[in-house]
């Protein structure tokens, strides 16, 4: 929310100084809920670990000990003792019929006043209109989302008129690199199939 705002203030024609007073909140040695320790969650847990911060996930697996250690993430087996206990939390998650609207107001009313959300999944994996109430009402601090539902959001959509949310539109993967990467892997795969080998990221059913 600072880096939004604060751009903003830096390149304002009407900023003739800065703040002394305007504070943020420390990644560093903060707790960090992952929902959703797949891949991609294991990652943002490696990157976290370079903040010193304290690491805890819910899974519907959970991971092995070594795994675990490798990061220092503490196993929750229940979401609501993830919720209650973390500073920010990520959903990494899969959107199915078990994870839609997965954050509601009953979810939403366990975190901590001083929590912020932050969703990379699937803009429906958060109910938006409980969402809407939490913020307005500051029952979490702040959100963070590059997904929503809809894509774009109507213009006149409440969360965009809230200045405790920042929405990006869906970049997480948006660099050269990992479309360049993504487009490698797509044809290592098609070129497995042709081949009758092994296809290196097929997806099997659960």
């Not at 993830?82 to 997965?102: A, G, I, R, Y």
Request: aromatic share 6%.
């Amino acid at each position: 929310m600072y880096l939004y705002s604060g751009c903003q203030i830096a390149v304002s024609p009407d900023t003739k100084y800065f703040a002394v007073d305007w504070l943020g909140v420390e990644v560093t040695r903060a707790t960090l809920g992952i929902i959703g320790m797949g891949n991609i969650g294991y990652k943002v847990a490696q990157r976290a670990r370079a903040f010193n911060m304290k690491i805890l996930y819910h899974n519907r697996n959970r991971r092995g000990k070594e795994e675990e250690e490798a990061v220092g993430a503490h196993y929750c087996e229940t979401m609501e003792d993830l919720l209650q206990q973390s500073d920010f939390v990520m959903l990494v998650v899969n959107l199915t019929p078990e994870t839609h609207k997965l954050i509601g107001k009953k979810e939403l009313g366990l975190m901590k006043p001083t929590a912020t959300l932050i969703n990379i999944s699937r803009g429906a994996v958060i109910d938006q209109d409980a969402l809407v109430e939490a913020l307005q009402n500051k029952v979490v601090r702040a959100a963070a989302l590059d997904v929503t539902y809809p894509e774009p959001l109507p213009r006149g959509h409440p969360l965009l008129k809230l200045n405790n949310i920042i929405i990006t539109p869906h970049i997480g993967t948006a660099t050269v690199q990992a479309l360049r990467m993504m487009a490698e892997e797509a044809i290592t795969n098609m070129l497995a199939v042709l081949n009758g080998q092994a296809i290196p990221s097929e997806v099997l059913p659960k």
